[in-house]
Structure formats: structure tokens, C-alpha cells
């Protein structure tokens, strides 16, 4: 099964809001998810971002592709630095 990393939209009509979702990647955008990793709001200023770092990455290293949009919310919050092992510890 080939698993993808992709957002779901939610929210009303003209009012969109997306999860950020672990996926077969033959489900159906809004259909069958495995997990969730966060959720985006691109309405508010600035966008608001919450991501589970660590469920993210687990995925990752399972071999999850993200997509396009996915992986730059992912280089925002910090999963994918975390995942390619650039972060430092603190001392």
C-alpha cells in the first residue's frame, strides 16, 4: 500500500479549512484516511499550522511520500529538518 501525506478539506462552503492526513494513496481526497497529522487554516493572518512533529515523521521514515503543498507546511513546521536528522539537541 502506497501511502501518501495530503491534506482533506473541511470548513464550508468558500470557507476552507484542511487536515493534514496520512492516506492509501487510491482513497479519495475527502474519503479514508489512516491518521491525522494536524490541520491547516489558510484564512487566517498569518496561516495558523499545527502539526504533530512526531507522528509525521514516524510516517516519513515509513516511507510516506508527501505531497507538493504537504511537504512545504512540513519544512515550515519543522517535520522535515527532524525527519532528514538536521536538528540539534540542546546542549
Known sequence: ??????????GKKRQPSFRIVAADSRAPRDGRFLEILGHYNPRTDPSTIHIDNEKAVKWLRNGAQPTAAVA??????GAMAEFKGGVASDG
Open 72 to 77: 512545504k507546511l512540513l519544512e515550515i513546521s
Open 1 to 10: 500500500m502506497a501511502v501518501k501525506i495530503r491534506l482533506t478539506r473541511t
